[in-house]
């Protein structure tokens, strides 16, 4: 019944609070504006991620009242570390942020809630259970940080993963965890009603980071204990591993074209099926099906096959070589940044692309016929292909 209460209270809370803050963005002018690097195309409000962490942590801590639960340091740092996340991405949102001064925020605040308590019932020794966990959870904010470029899509996938961290706490045990969990999934599940496409509400740096920072720590301490021991660990890769793919999809991408991986641009997988021929919705909505269906093999690994530590690592080199094949396909997609890349190769950037152009097409005529007039003619604007540099 707790479990109920927790979710219940964090979704009418979100429900409830959004529209609150998205008036507050309007009035505040805290807006994130169209450019090259984004896809949508009206100044939009952020600060959704106020209302996803208020939401999510009031409704852990009322769940936790009514069990009269005292608080320990475990719990104080957890929630000190969320609201480090929230006042950073907000810094970030409003004026920016170098990227190493970013990094060092993300780094504290994961090591706030490392330092209460957070890797001791890992099953690693602690001298190689915390940097290995300090970097799992810097990654998984930046991941959920890149992710938030198309509407849904990280709130979406921040729920199904809390519902999963609910599942494998449940599971192994970890109670407190599971209410902490549940409460994130009630809260990233109630945002969606306004942040799903055609969005009128963006979480904005404050809400991917804190999405990104609870699902990572709640992960670590939901298979801390496990019977299957350090292959028990695989278990949070598995279930988050489409945030992982898209992260080191455009890291690779970026890295292999020479450009800034901080910088932004629209060569995330999310972009990429979108270039498919994808409607925003069904963009998500594919996103969405290939998380649950790694999060709910995470979960029956977990609860079912506990005691085959072999068959856990066999089912996850399974699925790395699916996400695999899929990045093989992605890659092949072309994206506006590598056309832009095309172009500073040849020379031609200057030439060509305007600073003040939104979209700027790259016209290539096809060859003339050799045939004569045996052939008819075929119409100029099916006779070149078109490059968007944005």
Same mark, same amino acid.
Not at 249 to 272: C, F, M, N, P, Y
């Given at each position: ?68 639960? #005292?608080? !320990? ?6 929630? +000190?570390?969320? %609201?480090?996340? =929230? @006042?950073? &991405? *907000? ?106 496409? #055609?969005? !009128? ?6 809400? +991917?980071?804190? %999405?990104?920072? =609870? @699902?990572? &720590? *709640? ?122 890349? =095309? ?48």
């Amino acid at each position: 019944m707790i479990f109920v209460c927790a979710f219940g209270l964090s979704v009418m809370a979100v429900l409830a609070l959004t529209p609150a803050v998205r008036g507050l963005a309007k009035r505040l002018r805290f807006l994130d504006h169209p450019n090259r690097s984004k896809v949508h195309v009206k100044p939009t409000p952020l600060l959704g991620g106020i209302a996803v962490a208020l939401a999510s942590l009031a409704s852990a801590a009322a769940a936790l009242a009514l069990m009269k639960c #005292p608080y !320990s340091a475990g719990i104080v740092g957890f929630m +000190s570390g969320g %609201l480090m996340v =929230v @006042v950073l &991405g *907000l810094a970030d949102d409003a004026n920016g942020m170098r990227p190493g001064v970013k990094l060092m925020g993300q780094t504290a605040a994961a090591a706030v809630m490392l330092l209460s308590g957070g890797v001791q019932a890992l099953p690693v020794p602690v001298f190689i259970g915390f940097p290995v966990a300090l970097f799992w959870m810097v990654g998984l904010m930046n991941a959920f940080n890149f992710l938030d470029n198309m509407d849904g899509i990280t709130s979406g996938l921040a729920a199904i993963a809390s519902f999963g961290i609910f599942s494998l706490a449940l599971g192994n045990g970890h109670t407190l965890t599971a209410i902490a969990a549940i409460a994130v999934a009630g809260g990233a599940l109630g945002f969606l009603r306004y942040n799903f496409a #055609p969005a !009128s509400i963006f979480l904005g740096d404050a809400g +991917s980071l804190f %999405l990104g920072y =609870v @699902v990572g &720590g *709640l992960s670590l301490r939901a298979v801390s204990g496990a019977e299957a021991g350090s292959p028990a660990l695989l278990m949070p890769v598995l279930m988050l591993g489409y945030p992982i793919f898209d992260a080191f999809l455009v890291t690779a991408s970026r890295v292999i074209d020479g450009r800034e991986v901080s910088q932004g641009g629209k060569d995330h997988s999310s972009h990429r099926l979108a270039r498919l021929g994808l409607s925003p919705r069904q963009t998500a909505t594919t996103i969405y099906l290939i998380s649950a269906s790694l999060t709910g093999a995470a979960i029956y690994l977990s609860l079912r096959h506990s005691e085959r530590p072999l068959f856990m690592v066999v089912a996850m080199l399974a699925a790395v070589v699916g996400m695999g094949f899929l990045g093989l396909r992605l890659v092949r997609v072309p994206v506006p940044e590598k056309a832009l890349s =095309v172009l500073r190769q040849m020379g031609r950037e200057s030439a060509i692309v305007k600073p003040e152009d939104e979209v700027l097409p790259l016209t290539l005529q096809a060859p003339a016929s050799s045939s004569g007039s045996d052939r008819p003619s075929v119409p100029a604007e099916r006779s070149r292909e078109t490059i968007e540099v944005r």
